[in-house]
């Protein structure tokens, strides 16, 4: 399963959509009007309200809920509001209708992709203020330790400390594989550890 913001590049194998970036347009939107103001923050709250019932269904599916929810979405979608933005939006969530609604068929996909992006937002703009790495050496280099870095965090770790006592060869900070196996939350670590790449 690719969860995504809809990019051509992750629209592989079975694909779900995430419902913040399907909706960022509309929030990103500055309208020339009152009247325009209000047709998109009238259908940005009919999405989010659509949002938080599929969000209750992902937390207890109820099969009979299937129909009535993916009909509230093409009712949504068809809306008509006279103001091209607004409705280009609706077109383009409803040509990505399979992906927005993989959690009727899987509850266990979450709706949104910003944990996974949180991994790697920092690695990004430490790129962008960089110009990036000058040889492939220097960007393993870098991607080691920005991994390193974030799995550290995510078991708790002093990245730091980790660091000083792998260099000092004193083994006082136990392996991060070792934690890991303590841990027992693999997916935490899992999609920590694949962030930069």
């Known amino acids: 399963m690719v969860l995504s913001d809809g990019a051509p590049p992750f629209d592989v194998l079975v694909h779900a959509s995430c419902w913040l970036h399907a909706e960022r347009p509309l929030a990103r939107l500055v309208p020339f009007g009152e009247v325009h103001r209000q047709a998109s923050e009238g259908v940005r709250g009919r999405i989010w309200e659509l949002y938080q019932q599929l969000k209750a269904y992902r937390h207890q599916p109820e099969p009979s809920a299937q ?10 979608c068809a809306e008509r509001t006279g103001f091209p933005s607004v409705e280009a939006v609706l077109k383009e969530m409803a040509a990505h209708r399979a992906d927005l609604l993989r959690v009727l068929e899987q509850p266990e996909v979450p709706l949104h992709n910003n944990v996974r992006e949180s991994h790697i937002r920092e690695y990004v703009t430490k790129r962008k203020v960089s110009g990036g790495t000058r040889s492939e050496a220097g960007r393993r280099c870098r991607d080691t330790f920005a991994r390193l870095k974030k799995t550290c965090r995510a078991l708790g770790v002093n990245f730091w400390e980790y660091l000083r006592d792998r260099v000092r060869g004193q083994g006082l900070v136990p392996r991060l594989a070792e934690l890991i196996g303590r841990c027992g939350s ?3 670590v899992v999609s920590v550890a694949a962030a930069p790449g």
């Open 186 to 188: 693999e997916s935490s």
């Open 67 to 76: 129909t009535t929810l993916a009909a509230r979405f093409d009712t949504l």
